[in-house]
């Protein structure tokens, strides 16, 4: 193994190359579908499905798409020593991290080199070395956050303690081009339910925010009294001042913006309105109410596919539709190298983003196909599909890797 001077994790068998290219991607027009009757979404038919290895898949992928894809998205076998009934989950430590390494070399390259960025979800088994290898390829002032999402609603009894979560761990081509271009995250319908409208605000649902801040940099301007409707009078409590100068104030006032409570003799506070509410910056906390959790990943793929040979191990609709949310917008091009049930493309195609997606398995005919025609059809209800309001559309290219000659 070669020295180096960098913090980085060794293993036997990390310095052999992977299998080298020559392999084509050749369309299989039998499997190909679209439907632009819907006529939604036409400009996405171009979507591209692959059967087969997604080490060869993502070599025959770079010539067309090295520097596009801006935002890659993998769900890989977590190396738990499972066996699931379509896939094995269990390496020998180094090959598993092999595995990922080969491919995470191919991600970078595919990336944006500006606006791409790389989400990996993961558990505590390989989380700890998998940041290491991913800080050698990315960079380590590249990594963005590990988002801890909420897997479980339910108390987990079986271990010593029960494991309730995984990561989502993010890194960016360009952290600073990321932070300027990612989006704002929706509120839940929790966080919308503090929104009300008790007195018919034409307006629509509003809530209250603090008026007052801490007193450290404020300016004059900020101290001044305050009078209710009620006739009481209000100054700052001790150690704060009012976040507004007086003037914006008595502007929020006048529009009917300051909030006095109901008999209009309580300290003013700030009406925000729902409709204002642009986003919030994303956190790395993500719990099952925003993003869903596996039981209701479970019953999404139940009401598609029935109970009997259900996939294992999908992810719910809406923990994708954070993902892409944040790194992506329509028309871009999101990838998923570990495809699984198809969630992926799934809640890509219902956000109207162009979408590649690579599973070596059978599940890419018995659950990727059909899940996808039911989305291009608007034969699928469930998932994010009234949340986005999607209705069909779009289409798919199904590929088959072909082996060159003399490979
Ligand atoms: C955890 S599952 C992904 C589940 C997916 N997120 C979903 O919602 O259904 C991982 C998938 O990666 C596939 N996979 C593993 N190694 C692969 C490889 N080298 N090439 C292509 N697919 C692979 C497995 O067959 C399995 O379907």
Same mark, same amino acid.
């Given at each position: 193994?070669?020295?180096?001077?960098?913090?980085?994790?060794?293993?036997?068998?990390?310095?052999?190359?992977?299998?080298?290219?020559?392999?084509?991607?050749?369309?299989?027009?039998?499997?190909?579908?679209?439907?632009?009757?819907?006529?939604?979404?036409?400009?996405? =038919?171009?979507?591209?499905?692959?059967?087969?290895?997604?080490? !060869?898949?993502?070599? &025959?992928? #770079?010539?067309?798409?090295?520097?596009?894809?801006?935002?890659?998205?993998i769900d890989p076998p977590y190396n738990t020593g499972s066996v699931f009934s379509h896939y094995g989950d269990s390496m020998e430590h180094g090959q598993w991290l092999?595995l990922m390494?080969?491919?995470?070399?191919? %991600?970078?390259?595919?990336?944006?080199?500006?606006?791409?960025?790389?989400w990996v979800s993961i558990d505590d088994y390989e989380a700890p070395y998998l940041r290491?290898?991913?800080? #050698?390829? %990315?960079?380590?002032?590249? !990594?963005?956050?590990q988002n801890v999402w909420q897997k479980r609603y339910s108390r987990e009894n079986r271990q010593a303690i029960g494991d309730v979560h995984e990561y989502v761990i993010?890194?960016?081509?360009? @952290?600073?081009? $990321?932070?300027?271009? +990612?989006?704002?995250?929706? @509120?839940?319908?929790?966080?919308?339910? /503090?929104?009300?409208?008790?007195?018919?605000? @034409?307006?629509? +649902?509003?809530?209250?925010?603090?008026?007052?801040?801490?007193? *450290?940099?404020?300016?004059?301007?900020?101290?001044?009294?305050?009078? =209710?409707?009620?006739?009481?009078?209000?100054?700052?409590?001790?150690?704060?001042?009012?976040?507004?100068?007086?003037?914006?104030?008595?502007?929020?006032?006048? #529009?009917? +913006?300051?909030? $006095?409570?109901?008999?209009?003799? &309580?300290?003013? =506070?700030?009406?925000?309105?729902?409709? #204002? /509410?642009? *986003?919030? /910056?994303?956190?790395t906390w993500w719990p099952h109410e925003e993003v869903g959790h596996t039981d209701e990943a479970k019953k999404e793929i139940h009401a598609?596919f029935g109970k009997t040979d259900a996939f294992a191990t999908p992810k719910p609709e809406r923990l994708l539709?954070r993902?892409?949310?944040?790194?992506?917008?329509?028309?871009?091009? /999101?990838?998923?190298?570990f &495809?699984g049930s198809?969630t992926?493309? &799934?809640?890509?195609?219902?956000?109207?983003?162009?979408?590649?997606?690579?599973?070596?398995g059978?599940q890419?005919?018995?659950h990727?196909?059909?899940?996808?025609?039911?989305?291009?059809?608007?034969?699928? @209800?469930?998932?994010? =599909?009234?949340?986005?309001?999607?209705?069909?559309? *779009?289409? %798919?290219?199904?590929?088959?890797?072909?082996?060159?000659?003399?490979?």
């Amino acid at each position: 193994m070669k020295q180096s001077n960098r913090l980085e994790l060794t293993w036997i068998g990390k310095d052999n190359q992977p299998p080298q290219g020559a392999h084509f991607l050749v369309e299989d027009h039998n499997f190909s579908y679209n439907n632009t009757r819907q006529g939604a979404a036409e400009e996405l =038919t171009d979507n591209r499905l692959i059967y087969g290895d997604n080490l !060869f898949a993502l070599q &025959a992928l #770079e010539p067309e798409f090295a520097g596009k894809i801006k935002c890659i998205t993998i769900d890989p076998p977590y190396n738990t020593g499972s066996v699931f009934s379509h896939y094995g989950d269990s390496m020998e430590h180094g090959q598993w991290l092999s595995l990922m390494r080969n491919r995470l070399l191919l %991600f970078y390259r595919l990336l944006h080199p500006q606006e791409g960025s790389l989400w990996v979800s993961i558990d505590d088994y390989e989380a700890p070395y998998l940041r290491i290898v991913l800080d #050698e390829i %990315f960079g380590r002032e590249n !990594f963005i956050a590990q988002n801890v999402w909420q897997k479980r609603y339910s108390r987990e009894n079986r271990q010593a303690i029960g494991d309730v979560h995984e990561y989502v761990i993010v890194y960016a081509r360009d @952290p600073v081009r $990321f932070k300027a271009i +990612r989006n704002k995250v929706f @509120p839940s319908s929790a966080q919308e339910k /503090v929104y009300r409208n008790p007195n018919n605000d @034409p307006r629509g +649902r509003w809530r209250t925010i603090p008026l007052t801040a801490q007193e *450290g940099h404020a300016t004059a301007e900020q101290f001044y009294p305050v009078t =209710t409707p009620a006739g009481k009078v209000f100054y700052p409590p001790k150690g704060r001042c009012w976040g507004i100068s007086k003037a914006t104030f008595e502007k929020l006032l006048a #529009e009917g +913006r300051i909030y $006095f409570g109901k008999k209009g003799d &309580a300290q003013p =506070t700030m009406i925000r309105y729902l409709s #204002e /509410v642009d *986003g919030y /910056v994303p956190w790395t906390w993500w719990p099952h109410e925003e993003v869903g959790h596996t039981d209701e990943a479970k019953k999404e793929i139940h009401a598609l596919f029935g109970k009997t040979d259900a996939f294992a191990t999908p992810k719910p609709e809406r923990l994708l539709r954070r993902i892409l949310q944040i790194a992506s917008n329509p028309g871009d091009w /999101v990838l998923d190298s570990f &495809a699984g049930s198809g969630t992926s493309g &799934a809640v890509a195609h219902k956000m109207r983003r162009r979408w590649i997606m690579v599973e070596r398995g059978e599940q890419c005919h018995t659950h990727i196909i059909p899940r996808l025609k039911k989305v291009i059809d608007g034969d699928d @209800p469930g998932g994010i =599909t009234a949340a986005v309001q999607w209705s069909g559309g *779009g289409g %798919f290219r199904y590929f088959r890797l072909l082996q060159g000659p003399g490979t």
